[in-house]
Nanobody, 123 residues
Framework: QVQLVESGGGLVQAGGSLRLSCAAS????????MAWFRQAPGKERELVTV????????YYVDPVKGRFTISRDNAKNTVYLQMNSLKPEDTAVYYC????????????????WGQGTQVTVSS
């Protein structure tokens, strides 16, 4: 079992930055691809970004490319999401997730989830 705990969310003005963290316990994250998803009110949960087990392969959805950066520190068992130039449409609950599969781009591919952290961007 892997337990994931997100932190770092909050209220920020448009154009601002936040850094989310996802700390894991129970098992090392070395064997898992990691992702950040988000869910806005009234919308389905959507993928934001994925990082491979080694960190050598990273995928971003188009709306966040150039603004968000995912990284991982396997020694600290932690994954990060640096979010810059935030927009009101980035407002959502952000979840980190772990998958034992390669090429995991759907929520169904992920085995473990955190409880989520709220990000609110004001205009």
């Amino acid at each position: 079992q892997v337990q994931l705990v997100e932190s770092g969310g909050g209220l920020v003005q448009a154009g601002g930055s936040l850094r989310l963290s996802c700390a894991a316990s129970g098992r090392t994250l070395n064997n898992y691809a990691m992702a950040w998803f988000r869910q806005a009110p009234g919308k389905e949960r959507e993928l934001v970004t994925v990082i491979s087990r080694s960190g050598g392969s990273i995928y971003y959805v188009d709306p966040v490319k150039g603004r968000f950066t995912i990284s991982r520190d396997n020694a600290k068992n932690t994954v990060y999401l640096q979010m810059n130039s935030l927009k009101p449409e980035d407002t959502a609950v952000y979840y980190c997730a772990a998958s034992g599969r390669n090429n995991a781009y759907t929520a169904q591919s992920y085995d473990y989830w955190g409880q989520g952290t709220q990000v609110t961007v004001s205009s």
